[in-house]
């Protein structure tokens, strides 16, 4: 079975940084595109950053370019989620996605 865990969520200050954590098993790690999504209260979900098999290349929305840095580690099977200049909008649930399967989730809160 397909699973994916999150980690590294917390409560932070305003400007603070957090790495998130994305523990993939149950398929070749390697050969798939992971992704980084999103969720606020009364929000719809939104793809936050995500970064393709073995080149590594990058996608990040507007909001968290230049402040989020997306990593992987294959032979971990991790995928890192680098957060840092947090804002209060950055507040949400984050999910790590390959093809249709998410994980549980990792709330972040950034206090001012």
């Known amino acids: 079975d397909v699973q994916l865990v999150e980690s590294g969520g917390g409560l932070v200050q305003t400007g603070g940084s957090l790495r998130l954590s994305c523990a993939g098993s149950?398929?070749?790690?390697?050969?798939?595109?992971i992704g980084w999504f999103r969720q606020a209260p009364g929000k719809e979900r939104e793809r936050v950053s995500c970064i393709s098999k073995r080149d590594g290349s990058t996608f990040y929305s507007d909001s968290v370019k230049g402040r989020f840095t997306i990593s992987r580690d294959d032979a971990k099977n991790t995928v890192y989620l680098q957060m840092n200049s947090l804002k209060s909008e950055d507040t949400a649930v984050y999910y790590c996605n390959v093809l249709n399967f998410w994980g549980q989730g990792t709330q972040v809160t950034v206090s001012s």
């Open positions: 149950g398929f070749t790690f390697d050969d798939f595109a």
